[in-house]
């Protein structure tokens, strides 16, 4: 019978061991090679294609069963995606999820047992004021995960920034800007870090998730 410690083998994963210790060290990260190229173009692709198709709708405050719509609040439109119905792309996508996922219980013990994902379109001028993800009633959200898909040709000066909220040594609050260029991806603790999405002056495209425990 494999020992305890054999169950636990795994192939050290340079880009995860990255992730985790900047996670450990200011509760988020940010990847720009999360997400292999092909898989980013899939998913803008695919989300597209879902957005022309009107599959999207507003997206509301609240947990899923209580949802309220609230504009001044949140302006983006979203998709949420049913991993037992999956495209290819999906799949890649989930693939890499899945792995980051397993590869967390097993280094850090996390317990993620579940997930959920959307696509989200923040139409120009849209926003989402300052929050915490778990301000949604999911008290089993631990990570945050946003992968941005906009096209090739963003730009900083096309806003649409993400804005953490972080505290310094001292405990006072500075906040740190990070641009939605294509194939980002940021993690960060979901129970810890409010944030907001500022405006853009163009269509602003994503694929938002949470890794849950329970
Ligand atoms: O798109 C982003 O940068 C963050 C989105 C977000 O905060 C959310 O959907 O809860
Ligand atoms: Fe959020």
């Known amino acids: 019978m494999a ?9 050290e994963n340079p880009v995860y061991e990255q992730l985790i210790e900047d996670i450990l060290r200011d509760g988020y990260s940010v990847m720009d090679n999360f997400f292999v190229a092909e ?3 899939g998913l803008r ?16 405050i609240g947990n899923r069963t209580n949802e309220i719509i609230k504009s001044e609040i949140r302006g ?9 119905k999956i495209n290819e792309v999906q799949g890649q996508f989930f693939k890499s999820i899945n792995d980051f996922s397993v590869y967390l219980n097993k280094t850090c013990f996390l317990g993620i ?7 989200a379109v923040y139409p120009e001028g849209k926003f989402y004021k300052r929050h915490l993800d778990t301000f949604q009633n999911d008290d089993c959200r631990r990570l945050s995960v946003v992968c941005y898909l906009n096209e090739d040709d963003w730009l900083p000066e096309h806003g649409g920034e993400l804005v953490l909220y972080l505290q310094d040594e001292n ?11 294509p194939g980002r991806t940021v993690i960060f603790e979901s129970q810890k870090i409010e944030h907001e999405v500022k405006p853009a002056n163009r ?12």
């Open 3 to 11: 020992g305890l410690a054999e169950q636990l083998e795994f192939e």
């Open 113 to 119: 047992l579940r997930k959920e994902f959307h696509y």
């Open 171 to 181: 405990g006072k609050e500075f906040a740190k800007s990070i641009y939605p260029m």
């Open 45 to 60: 692709a695919d989300l597209l294609n879902k957005y022309e198709e009107d599959q999207f709708k507003k997206a509301a």
């Open 76 to 84: 983006d439109f979203i998709l949420w995606m049913d991993e037992a």
């Open 39 to 41: 898989t980013v173009v």
């Open 203 to 214: 269509q602003r495209l994503s694929i938002t998730g949470w890794l849950k425990t329970r």
